[in-house]
């Protein structure tokens, strides 16, 4: 059969590939024409990759905006391309914005419309789930909190689990030795504690410079900040310049991997930091404009996913105000290993990983949806 994914950034381009495998296991003579990145190039083929993420990803209000006219170019481009291959399915992997539009066209003309990794209406945008329902055919979730989230809308959404304890498991196979990482990446005896301070430079303009901050507390630590490929090692070095903080790039599992606790930011990051079993608190500082705006439209009662999937505080969240120095020495020392919290922590996330489920979500997936697509076919 013939499969057209859409992945619009990084992370979805990684769980995209994951589920090209999946598919393949199912439909070894799966054909493929997809927007993505190199991880989904390397499975289905980089002669079929139509479109980069990296020249299709806008993200925030103004970026949008002064973007608007590439974007309905994009969205066009794509169009016209799905007509021509005319797919068995789209697959729409995250990337609501756009993925929704296309939901739209597919369905209009007769394709069968897949979405995996459903948007996360639960938190802010609930209107595009009338859009989901419309559209989709068949929504696939990666929470299971979203399951009575997407029923009480009358969606019933296919939860296989997880895609992220696929990535987590590969990562694990080509982990080294802790004495071999730090000789690897120049880094010295002492334990490490990693810095999650976020993808985009306002998050790291706002956060990093508290978590340097917080360093000097623990000179008996080396802290390392995961930095990212897609954001120039200058946005991170103006201000770890002379503080001994160091600075990875494109290592976050593997350091994570080898680190005695994390400091995180927020988002996908605080999961994959508990499901790798590192003790963790969240700090989030954003502009008083910008969090007062996003308070009135955000309905979850926390910003960390592994809060969310337990439907209660797993990871302490110092957020605006409470993202003080005090706070965040006092939340260190008790989550290290030894500390009063550490402990109570690490029980709870062996709830949280049977919460989530074993590895093998996308060939799960894959497998759901290429018996989807047979029992359509009859």
Not at 10 to 17: K, Q, R, V
Not at 63 to 88: G, H, Y
Not at 232 to 238: H, I, L, R
Not at 247 to 261: G, I
Request: glycine share 8%; charged share 25%.
């Amino acid at each position: 059969m013939k499969y057209y994914l859409i992945a619009g950034e990084a992370s979805g381009d990684l769980h995209g590939s994951n589920l090209m495998k999946g598919l393949l296991a199912e439909d070894p003579q799966a054909e493929f024409r997809f927007w993505g990145g190199d991880r989904m190039a390397e499975v289905g083929g980089h002669e079929n990759l139509r479109k980069h993420y990296k020249e299709a990803s806008f993200m925030g209000f103004w970026e949008v905006f002064k973007n608007l006219r590439t974007i309905f170019s994009q969205l066009s481009e794509c169009k016209k391309d799905i007509r021509a291959f005319q797919p068995d399915v789209v697959i729409l992997i995250d990337y609501a914005g756009f993925n929704l539009k296309i939901a739209k066209f597919a369905k209009a003309i007769g394709i069968p419309t897949y979405f995996y990794i459903a948007p996360k209406v639960w938190a802010w945008k609930e209107g595009r789930v009338k859009k989901i329902k419309e559209y989709v055919d068949k929504l696939f979730i990666i929470f299971p909190f979203e399951i009575d989230y997407f029923r009480k809308w009358g969606i019933e959404g296919i939860y296989c689990g997880n895609p992220l304890m696929d990535s987590i498991a590969e990562r694990k196979q080509q982990l080294t030795t802790a004495r071999q990482f730090k000789q690897d990446n120049g880094l010295d005896d002492r334990p490490i504690i990693a810095l999650l301070a976020g993808s985009r430079k306002h998050e790291i303009d706002y956060n990093f410079p508290f978590m340097i901050e917080l360093s000097g507390h623990f000179p008996e630590y080396q802290f390392v900040v995961a930095g990212v490929s897609w954001l120039d090692k200058g946005v991170y070095e103006k201000y770890s310049a002379g503080s001994g903080v160091r600075f990875l790039q494109d290592k976050t599992y593997e350091l994570l991997a080898h680190s005695q606790a994390a400091v995180v930011t927020s988002g996908t990051a605080t999961l994959e930091t508990a499901l790798l079993n590192v003790p963790e608190f969240v700090c989030f500082w954003y502009s008083w404009f910008s969090y007062t705006v996003a308070k009135a439209f955000i309905k979850v009662k926390y910003i960390s996913l592994v809060n969310l999937v337990m439907d209660r505080e797993v990871v302490k969240e110092l957020i605006q105000k409470d993202m003080n120095m005090e706070n965040a020495v006092r939340e260190l020392k008790a989550v290290l290993p030894g500390g009063s919290k550490h402990e109570k922590l690490m029980a709870d996330y062996a709830e949280l990983r049977q919460a989530i489920g074993d590895p093998g979500a996308s060939e799960r997936v894959g497998a759901k949806m290429v018996e989807l697509l047979k029992e359509n076919r009859k």
